[in-house]
């Protein structure tokens, strides 16, 4: 049975609080404060509201019939986070902590983005709870994701560019810890995966957790039975652990994470994580990570924002080091390729990230029997990557790294 | 008996506070840090808390993050940090070193190696700021083992947990100045007399404050509450000027000198 973390905020050996002292005490705060309001049979009742009237939520678990004939193998569906309400899982997670932050009487809020749906999603939250919000966002991201850092400033955040660093996603993520270092009297981070010290990777997991409860629900009325395989793209982790996880102790289940390769696992530029990485303290956590032979952190690259990142969620290397999941690696091209299949074949165009997700189901279905189920986590939608696509299939030099 | 301890008893003797500057290391290269090294000992500093470049460091403000980076593009890497501290020893420089380095460099090297290197270059404590008690267990033994004091970071948030963390602590502990990263600043957090009156009842070791600190004013104010003062970003920022005269033989010796004299006058 897997039953992590532990008190300490361990899975097995990956987690943990890495955090200079002055966090501390917040970490512990948040630890307390979430503890108590988890048991709370309010905070609970308001957060499945606005799950549901606000976000849209159930969303649906779509049965992908033409593209699983095209690939004729398994039965393929397809878990719709991108009907959620800002288009993409990360809103399950901001509703939770924009609500408990406002329950712990904080009335400012920060967070990291890097594709700037995370960005959007907190700024959203922050509307509509009326908490103050700044968005720290990588200067180079600012540059590729412009609508997006528009849309936040229409809902009446203020994005701050990070100049630090690759100033990527990374960089935005040290800068918004600086800030709450200088300010964590009155602010509440909303952190944005299932990265970070403790309690974030298990606080965050908590709010995803609801894509798998509702699919595991939707795929026993659908076949009956419990899928093979559940594919989820892995960035920080978010959606993937949120489907995932209630799955975990169904053995039977496969459960397979797809990281980012970008140009290849055998250039310099990518994201595998799982796949290159090895193990390291990286942002408050001990978990995989792409790093040097010293210790320094490397850059990563990949044509998807989201999945833009050095490091990964540590209950991902505890599933990877217990052989419980399994991560692959797929390229800029699959992604691009896989992106392009599922809008022509199905009419949905999927976010870049969750294009690496359908990447790997075109590798997988195929080598299964038409009895067989895969459900595949799309976490979001196109809408935001179409002008950075156009751009990529145009021909130009996509500006992503 | 641990250099630091030793200083810290020779000061209380001579009723002095403790000057302890910080560089980042191999900024711009590894012999011109050995070369300030001297120049700091020469301007009356006690100790010298000698900066790992990282490239994440959580804990520091835009001053440090750029001397990191000028460092790391440079290659530094924590072995040339090593190398930077033994060659100063060689020329003669006897102060304590306190390296300052982030965890994951450490852990990479090797913990059980890492202490072993500390020793063999006579480096005689270890700051490690996202290291929190919570997580130190295996650090502390090995430093504890190996004779090197682990010096802990309280910040004015720590509240209660500041007993727990003198009571663990080793060599002196380290007040932080503001709620915030590294920087000079002009201001400090509110309550700062409390909050290091309170340090300083919980434990006998030297209590010393850093985190902003830039002036000889500044100097002077908590030299009157505390057993040291650590001048970090204010000296690298010293060092940041002086590039352009510390990179050409003919003017080196000119730059040395600024930062010596900036150091110099912290004591004045
Ligand atoms: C649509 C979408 N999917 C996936 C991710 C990756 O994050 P995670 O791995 O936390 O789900 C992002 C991040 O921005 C995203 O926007």
Known sequence: ????????????????????????????????????????????????????????????????????????????????????????????????????????????????????????????????????????????????????????????????????????????????????????????????????????????????????????????????????????????????????????????????????????????????????????????????????????????????????????????????????????????????????????????????????AIAQTIKVAPTMNKDQVIVVSLSGRGDKDVESIMQYLGGKNHESH | MNLIDQKFLELKEQNKTALIPFLTMGDPDVETSVEIIKELQAAGADIIELGVPYSDPLADGPVIQRASLRALQHNINIHSCLEIASKARQEEVSLPFILFTYYNPVLQFGLESFFEKLRENEISGVIIPDLPIEEDEQVRQLSERYGIHLVPLVAPTSNDRITKISKKAAGFVYCVSSLGVTGVRSSFYDGIDDFISLVKQSTDLPVAVGFGISTNEQFNTFSKICDGVVVGSAIVRKIEEQLPLLQSQDTKAKGLLQIREFVAQLKE
């Open chain 1, 1 to 356: 049975m897997f039953n992590v973390p532990d008190e300490h905020g361990r899975f097995g050996k990956f987690g943990g609080k890495y955090v200079p002292e002055t966090l501390m005490n917040a970490l512990v705060e948040l630890e307390e404060a979430y503890k108590h309001y988890s048991q709370d049979q309010d905070f609970q009742d308001e957060i499945r509201y606005l799950l549901k009237q606000y976000s849209g939520r159930p969303t649906s678990l779509y049965y992908a019939e033409r593209l699983s004939e095209h690939l004729g193998g398994a039965k393929i569906y397809l878990k719709r986070e991108d009907l959620n309400h800002t288009g993409a899982h990360k809103i399950n997670n901001t509703i939770g902590q924009g609500v408990l932050a406002k329950r712990m009487g904080k009335k400012k809020v920060i967070a990291e983005t890097g594709a700037g749906q995370h960005g959007v999603a907190s700024a959203t939250v922050a509307a509509l709870l009326g908490l103050e919000c700044k968005v720290f966002m990588g200067e180079e991201d600012m540059k590729r994701q412009q609508l997006n850092v528009f849309r936040m400033n229409l809902l009446g955040a203020e994005v701050i560019p990070a100049t630090s660093g690759t100033r990527t996603l990374k960089d935005a993520g040290n800068e918004t810890l600086r800030y709450w270092v200088s300010n964590v009297h009155d602010t509440y981070y909303i952190l944005g995966s299932v990265v970070g010290p403790h309690p974030y990777p298990m606080m965050v997991r908590d709010f995803q957790r609801i894509i798998g409860e509702e699919a595991r629900k939707q795929i026993i009325e659908a076949e009956g039975k419990l899928p093979d395989t559940v594919i989820a793209c892995v960035g920080g982790g978010s959606n993937a652990i949120g489907i995932f996880y209630p799955f975990v102790n169904d053995f039977s289940v496969k459960l397979i994470g797809v990281e980012a390769s970008g140009k290849g696992v055998d250039t310099d530029e990518h994201a595998a994580t799982m796949t290159k990485g090895t193990h390291g303290v990286f942002q408050g956590s001990m978990s995989y990570l792409l790093q040097d032979e010293f210790g320094q952190v490397q850059p990563a690259h990949s044509i998807s924002a989201g999945l833009d990142y050095p490091g990964v969620g540590p209950e991902h290397s505890y599933l990877k080091d217990s052989k419980r999941a399994e991560y692959f690696p797929i390229t800029d091209e699959e992604a691009l390729e896989a992106l392009k299949l599922l809008s022509k074949t199905e009419g949905i165009i999927p976010a870049l990230e969750s294009a690496h």
